[in-house]
């Protein structure tokens, strides 16, 4: 007799290794179903950015065809997931549902409906971690509470057996008789009229393959030197899995075995691979704080700066959305960012920085550009690295800490060449003026094309200026 199937809800884990619940699916013998749900409508879920859905799309059709070699659909509905998964496994008549868990509260609450509503059914309901190296909840300070600080919830994280290795993938799959599936293309998740994605596409490849191709590579050719050259944007000492991580196209695990075993094997120093691992487990913190703080994208953790005069400043802050703030190496970011969705780690900090302290222009604003233009968009990482620029959260670096952009780019872009590459009209300043044109005299300027005011902007704020006046409001309201 026929086993009734068993179903694997898919979401921030679109691949088909190391996933445990795809794992306990097929172990269970049953045949398969897979379901993807685009949820806009539970309350307090956050609808994704437009980059994060032109990756979205791309990442579906690469599951889809990973599951299509192996005869199964992957099947696609719109809606409420409170009401579609149910849906869904009654449709099948599947007596399993299987997924990974997500850490936002509003995910959680969306989660624990519809095991409720299952269950209810009697259906059985098995859920997982693999989304994360340990569960949120987990990694506790001696209180028995999160760790305030980064470097005490790391060595909290440290002192734990180590995850599990990765879990290989399926082998055989026995596809169920498949169901109703929406068109992808009915989602509109890609542009169209205008469609501003070409940079993207260029840039980027997304789904599970190209993740594991990225980090073959990364481990090969970027994590030696790591240490030093992951402060260097023109150079490529960076893993840029950050999309492929925001979507589950490559676990955690994997990536923390990959790097522990090229540094076991001698090519990796011990230095890079713990610098490297460090970035992770801040992923990790991230997303730990936010199941402790659902509306951590909303409100200060740090109530003292409910109080601070953040400045409503439409103009300034289209200025730099549009990287035309005057300092290249704000003005290079803001454009990759636009150009590529993605920016710099370095870079991110500098922008970031710029934002909430030279203009004083409140750290959400920047937050909502980021989640709405960045491929890697991630509902933690995010307003969590955002309040840690800001001043504002949990382990966050100091306000008074003000990044002085001249002196970034000239520290870690010596030569220019990021700024060349994403501000082109300066590409031919000299290295000792690229970083600030305004100092240049007017034949330089003149030999190199530019013209300030015209062809680039004058600088909007005065560095000196502009920091006296972030002190004066910290100390307002502190």
């Known amino acids: 007799m026929t086993r009734h199937p068993a179903l694997i809800w898919f979401r921030d884990d679109l691949r088909l290794s190391d996933n445990p619940a795809l794992l306990a699916a097929v172990a269970s013998g049953r045949p398969l179903a897979a379901v993807f749900v685009l949820d806009e409508e539970a309350p307090g879920l956050r609808p994704m950015g437009g980059a994060a859905r032109w990756w979205l799309a791309g990442a579906l059709r690469a599951l889809a065809a990973q599951l299509g070699q192996h005869g199964l659909d992957l ?51 098995e859920r997982f971690c693999g989304h994360l190296l340990h569960a949120p909840g ?9 760790p305030r600080t980064f470097s005490a919830f790391h060595r909290a994280a440290l002192r734990l057996p180590p995850p599990g290795a990765p879990l290989p993938p399926p082998g055989h799959l026995t596809p169920a008789s498949p169901l109703d599936s929406d068109p992808l293309e009915a989602w509109e998740l890609e542009p169209s009229h205008p469609d501003w994605a070409g940079g993207l596409c260029k840039a980027w490849r997304p789904g599970e393959r190209a993740a594991q191709a990225r980090l073959a590579t990364f481990v090969a050719d970027g994590l030696k030197g790591y240490g030093e050259g992951r402060d260097i944007p023109a150079l490529d000492h960076v893993s840029r899995l950050s999309p492929h991580l925001r979507f589950g196209e490559v676990s955690p695990r994997q990536i923390l075995a990959a790097v522990t075993h090229a540094e076991a094997a001698g090519g990796v120093p011990e230095t890079d691979a713990a610098k490297f691992l460090a970035e992770l487990y801040w992923r990790e913190f991230s997303h730990h704080l936010l199941a402790a703080t659902p509306d951590l994208a909303r409100r200060n953790i740090q109530p003292a700066f409910d109080a601070f005069p953040w400045r409503d400043c439409p103009g300034e802050l289209k200025a730099w959305q549009a990287g035309a703030t005057g300092y290249p190496l704000v003005d290079a970011g803001l454009r990759e960012l636009w150009q590529t969705g993605w920016m710099h780690n370095r870079v991110r900090m500098v922008v970031a920085s710029f934002l909430v302290k030279h203009l004083l222009i409140d750290w959400r604003e920047g937050e909502a550009w980021f989640w709405d233009t960045l491929v890697d968009a991630d509902p933690a990482s995010n307003p969590a690295s955002w309040q ?3 001043g504002t959260g949990l382990d966050a670096a100091p306000y008074f800490r003000i990044f002085n952009p001249v002196l970034q780019g000239e520290k870690f872009d010596p030569d220019g060449a990021y700024v060349r590459r994403f501000v082109p009209e300066l590409a031919r300043l000299p290295a000792r003026v690229i970083h600030k044109p305004w100092t240049a005299d007017a034949a330089t300027l003149r030999a190199a094309g530019v013209t300030l005011g015209a062809t680039y902007p004058h600088p909007i704020v005065d560095h000196a200026a502009a920091r006296e006046r972030a002190l004066r409001a910290l100390k307002s309201t502190h």
């Open 75 to 125: 099947m696609l509905r719109r809606g409420p997931a409170t009401r579609i998964v149910p849906h869904v496994a009654a449709e099948l008549g599947a007596e399993l549902v299987v997924f990974n868990d997500r850490a936002g509260a509003a995910e959680a609450k969306v989660d624990a409906a519809v095991v409720a509503r299952l269950r209810q059914e009697e259906r059985q309901v």
């Open 138 to 146: 987990t990694i506790l300070s001696g209180a028995g509470r999160l």
């Open 388 to 390: 840690w620029v800001a």
